[in-house]
């Protein structure tokens, strides 16, 4: 099946650790892109990804890491910098075509800081 | 400034009755895409419905519909014949397309509530 997968599904992280969320996608996406969502709150945009070696930050990238080595892969690292990162954390690909092309998301990760 | 408005917090509804989730947003882009989205409350992020700034007609899909006015900056949710499984968060988002990030913003969601 063609889709967007995220591990782990929950993650509990002790303050100073750092951690890292995974993202796959085997539907030969071009771009990705890293969401957090706080409760009650819509999604704000972490980093994205056009092309593989190659990021742009998003409107809260502070804390945050990622990497893009494989097309198929975008795993986000949530540092100890990151002031408070219990959210939830959502991934997303699409085939970057304008502004016509739909974003698709992963089934998402709940992040606690314990 | 807020891109993407989302003015009500929670909507309630009775099942098989038609119910319009208001969204209006903001860009000096020609060229944009507006998106909505269901969250239920397993999280994952379902796309329902697209609407391009140059489209003449408003889009539908199955059950859902945008009643999309450009003047006004506008692009509501309609779901008609509403069902138990409507119930969720549903957001609405924008893609800028030539000079914008190319990135979804979205607002802050809206829960419907269906009541049988």
């Known amino acids: 099946d063609g889709g967007i997968t995220q591990s782990p599904k929950y993650l509990f992280r002790k303050e100073g650790q750092n951690v890292t969320l995974s993202c796959e996608q085997n539907l030969n996406h071009d771009a990705m892109y890293w969401y957090r969502q706080d409760p009650g709150q819509g999604l704000r945009l972490i980093y994205y990804s056009q092309i593989v070696n190659d990021f742009q930050k998003g409107d809260i990238a502070e804390g945050y890491s990622v990497s893009r080595e494989k097309k198929e892969s975008f795993p986000l690292t949530v540092t100890s910098a990151q002031k408070n990162p219990t959210a939830f954390y959502l991934c997303?690909?699409?085939?970057?075509?304008?502004?016509?092309?739909?974003?698709?998301f992963g089934p998402g990760t709940r992040l606690t800081v314990l | 400034a807020q891109k993407i408005t989302q003015t009500q917090p929670g909507m309630f509804v009775q099942e098989k009755e038609a119910v319009t989730l208001d969204c209006t947003y903001d860009t000096s882009d020609q060229s944009y895409g507006l998106f909505w989205y269901k969250q239920p409350s397993s999280g994952e992020m379902i796309f329902l419905i697209y609407?391009?700034?140059?489209?003449?007609q408003n889009a539908t899909e199955g059950r859902y519909s945008l009643n999309f006015q450009k003047a006004r900056k506008s692009a509501n949710l309609v779901i008609s014949a509403s069902q138990l499984g409507d119930s969720a968060m549903y957001f609405c988002a924008m893609r800028e397309g030539q000079t914008g990030r190319r990135a979804l913003t979205f607002g802050s969601g809206t829960r419907l509530q269906v009541q049988p």
């Open positions: 997303a690909s699409s085939p970057d075509r304008g502004s016509t092309d739909t974003q698709y």
């Open positions: 609407q391009g700034s140059y489209d003449e």
